[in-house]
């Protein structure tokens, strides 16, 4: 048997609640509200960490993605990170060194841990929303530095790759154990 207890307000856009369980072990629930969260313009889109790293320990981070027709990442891969994608709004091709597929609305994509080279790209007329989790955290924090503080619907295009850029991009793929392929790298022939 669960008994909640008193909320304790924590900010205006997240409430944690503590737990009892039948252990008497105490748990801490985060409740985050609608719209709530930090706002990053990455890779042409507007992308909010939800959930972020250091609000779970480290264990996972949930990032909503809302991408404009033309946007998406360049291929990447991060072998020491899960990524997950479940389409909410919109279709986005997704595509992997195996082929490329369509994902619509309610659809799943899962890269496992281990390095697949993967990107989407949203070739429709509207935008498209996708909610990524990822483990561990991590990738949130990359977000936050290549990107720029954004509002809710605010899509910026994407910065020009100067040489200036292009370090910075290759520094960041050091720090976070990413690499980024070039732009046809997936559409090449095997």
Known sequence: MLMLFQPMKITSIQRLCTVKTKSNMIKKVKIIDAGSGERFGVAGG????????TQTNGNYA??????PPGGGPPPHSHPE??????VLEGEVEFKTET???IVTKDGFV???FGGAVHCFINNS????????????????????????PVTDGQMLPVPELTEQRKEFLKAMDI???QKTYPPGFLDQPK
């Open 46 to 53: 507007n992308y909010r960490i939800v959930i972020s790293g």
């Open 125 to 148: 007329k509207a935008n498209a929303r996708l909610l990524s989790t990822v483990v561990p955290a991590g990738l949130e924090k990359l977000f936050e530095e290549i990107g720029t």
């Open 175 to 177: 720090k976070y154990n």
């Open 62 to 67: 949930v990032i909503e993605m809302n991408v």
């Open 99 to 101: 082929g490329k597929q």
């Open 110 to 112: 899962n890269i496992p």
């Open 81 to 86: 990170t899960q990524e997950m994608f479940y």
